[in-house]
């Protein structure tokens, strides 16, 4: 059993079970006690901790992304450790990867990638303004909400992750993405995530990816060294200017790609707001820098031609280095003589087979005279079935259509007319049905879409939906954008079935009558406040002798009318303040005396003097007095007796 799982991370974070791991660390669902929530720990795997150098960078990048504060960036709450343990506590996410996405969902719609990159860029966008680098954007790094938005994580990890790992086979998911200077091992910056987000954007175009390889080493000398195909060459319906924001995305040269996620930002917006605009002037940038024919576009064609002159190549050397073995010259008109014997010879046997086989089949070798026995070819391809003793040179097979059935394998023949034993003279022809497994497909993400969007992505199917729109009011999803449907994302459809998709028609205003949210769980809270229609804000917490993680205060007063989409925020209670001790009163007392009493109890002392530094050092006064955390400083102030009666000096203060 994970030694970790049941354990109790610095007396506040409960580990219940393991939802994920990679090659640095373990990601567990976790309780916060305190805040009484469900979280995401992340904990250094212990081979990694063992390397205090890791340990150290863990906790400085991890400090660092916690500062990042983004719809599309999963939030870090906490960075801590507990004896050997190091970790990281982030918001626990109700999703899926944008690689389990793409492998669930199948072909992706242009709209749907177009959908996903631009909160991709936001994150990045958001990163990169504060100095942070990814170095590992991956569908796997990226989680996919029920509500359609995403959020790119393991910020903290990444740059770890790529000074431990080599390029082996172990590297192998994270190669495909890397950029060139990255493969190198060259410094990297902003753009280095720019042509990894390009990587991701063509794989949701495509369905495949640009480079693939045995090896993690092969894909990275791909990296460096070849161009991939554009889009359109794999998919006819990728519209040009998106292909032409993803090239540019994934140029090889780091300085002719987007210099920053906003620039590229902006050209995606711009598509999103006009798909048919005209965007080639990012293939004229392109071919302007272009100094080598390393980084053009390749073709199909261009690319086949080449494989077939260096086949060719390959042909003549095989044939020149036969000649030298043989000393046969194989001249044309040598080698067209050959070709009519071998041909002559050829067609002379098919015709003996041909007329043995007319002859077996006429008298008597292929049945007897009360015709022709139907043998039992389910279960079989057409293939075989063509292939078996008593059909072969008697029965012609008809495939009259296909039909699903669990218990055949597609291809298989799973009904026969004749049927097996039926004997035949005349009509010697068995109409068979085939079994054709019906892929299955599901239904795709399509909220705070546009209905023109969603309803584009699901015709694109090719499933024959028999697709309907109705208003529904929300208090989250803005007007005239997808809210919800039915079914619901990820659940299988077929040809035909009806789909639902609910637009929004923005908040619905009514009265609320504001109940009594004092000593409710933060979560009970929350869940009831929405129910009414009511916005929760960020809550705020204290310590107070109420239990820790139940509200305490509430903005708007229990029995208060207010009306759906107002916001009302909540003041947790964080449990009792074990740590206030009482401030020992020192006032009247020396200064020597003061501190040792202040110490004593616990405290650190900061002396602010007024008047004139002297002898005879009086206390005057304490900040903060009363009680205060144990180990908090805690200010007096001093007098000299001797300055009280001394003249004012200039840049003195006497009280």
């Known amino acids: 059993m994970d030694k970790y799982i049941g354990k109790m991370l610095d007396g506040r974070y409960e580990i219940i079970e393991l939802i994920g791991s990679g090659g640095m660390a373990n990601v567990y669902k976790a309780k ?11 904990i250094l795997k212990s081979d990694m901790a063992e390397n205090e150098e ?43 990867t944008l690689k389990q996405y793409m492998e ?47 959020k ?3 910020f903290g990890i990444a740059c770890l992750q790529n000074n431990a790992q080599t390029l082996t086979q172990d590297a192998l998911g994270s190669v495909h993405y890397i950029s060139p200077e990255q493969a190198r091992g060259e410094h990297i910056d902003a753009r280095s995530d720019i042509y990894s987000a390009g990587v991701v954007l063509y794989e949701m175009l495509t369905g495949r990816l640009p480079f693939e390889g045995d090896t993690a080493v092969s894909v990275a000398i791909q990296h460096l060294s070849s161009v ?3 889009p359109s060459e794999i998919r006819e319906d990728v519209p040009k200017g998106l292909e032409l924001i993803c090239m540019k995305a994934m140029c090889a040269d780091i300085n002719k790609r987007y210099a920053s996620a906003t620039a590229m930002l902006e050209d995606l917006e711009s598509f999103r707001k006009n798909p048919d605009i005209d965007m080639e002037y990012i293939r004229e940038e392109l071919k302007e820098k272009e100094n080598t024919e390393a980084t053009r576009y390749i073709s199909k064609k261009e690319l086949s031609e080449a494989v077939r002159n260096k086949k060719e190549k390959e042909k003549d050397e095989l044939a020149a280095e036969k000649q030298e073995k043989t000393g046969i010259a194989g001249t044309k008109d040598e080698k067209k003589r050959m070709a009519i014997i071998i041909g002559a010879f050829a067609g002379a046997l098919l015709l003996i087979f041909l007329i043995f086989t007319l002859i077996f089949n006429g008298f008597g070798g292929g049945g007897d005279s009360s015709g022709h026995k139907v043998p039992d070819i389910r279960g079989m391809t057409v293939e075989e079935a063509e292939k078996l003793e008593g059909i072969k040179g008697i029965f012609t097979i008809e495939v009259v259509g296909t039909k699903e059935n669990s218990k055949y394998n597609d291809g298989e023949i799973i009904s026969q007319d004749p049927s097996e034993g039926t004997l035949r003279k005349n009509n010697l022809t068995i109409q068979v049905y085939v079994c054709a497994k019906v892929e299955k497909s599901y239904m795709p993400t399509v909220l705070n879409m546009s209905e023109s969007d969603a309803k584009s992505i699901l015709n694109n199917m090719s499933l024959g939906l028999n697709i309907q729109v109705q208003d529904k009011p929300s208090d989250t999803v803005a007007k005239g954008l997808v809210v919800a449907t039915s079914p619901a994302a990820g659940a299988e459809i077929r040809q035909g079935n009806t789909v639902i998709i609910y637009i929004s028609s923005g908040r619905e205003i009514k009265p609320v009558t504001v109940p009594n949210f004092v000593g409710m769980t933060e979560e009970k809270a929350n869940l009831e406040a929405q129910k009414l229609g009511l916005v929760v804000g960020a809550s705020s917490s204290e310590y107070s002798d109420k239990p820790a993680g139940t509200v305490i205060r509430q903005s708007i007063s229990a029995t208060t009318e207010a009306k759906t989409g107002d ?18 009163d020192v006032i009247g007392k020396s200064l020597n005396a003061a501190k040792s009493e202040l110490e004593a109890a616990g405290f650190t002392v900061a002396v602010q003097w007024q008047g004139q530094e002297g002898a005879n050092e009086i206390v005057i006064g304490c900040n903060p007095d009363g009680s205060a955390e144990k180990g908090s400083t805690i200010t007096i102030t001093v007098t000299s007796k001797d300055a009280q009666t001394e003249p004012d000096q200039p840049g003195h203060t006497n009280g």
């Open 228 to 230: 991939p195909l554009a």
């Open 54 to 96: 890791i340990r150290r960078r863990f906790r400085d990048e991890s400090r660092a992304v916690a500062q990042l504060s983004h719809a599309n960036i999963v939030s870090v709450y906490d960075v801590s450790s507990s004896g050997d343990t190091e970790y990281i506590v982030m918001e626990l996410i109700d999703g899926i």
């Open 567 to 584: 916001n009302i925020y909540f003041t947790i209670s964080l449990g009792p303040n074990n740590t206030m001790v009482d401030v020992p």
């Open 104 to 150: 669930r969902r199948g072909q992706m719609d242009w709209r749907e990638s177009l959908h996903f990159i631009i909160q991709i860029m936001r994150a990045l966008e958001h990163a990169h303004s504060r100095g942070i680098i990814h170095r590992d954007i991956k569908p796997q790094n990226i989680m996919v909400l029920r509500d359609g938005s995403v």
């Open 32 to 42: 916060c006690h305190r805040l009484n929530r469900m979280v995401a720990v992340k």
């Open 152 to 154: 790119v994580a393991d």
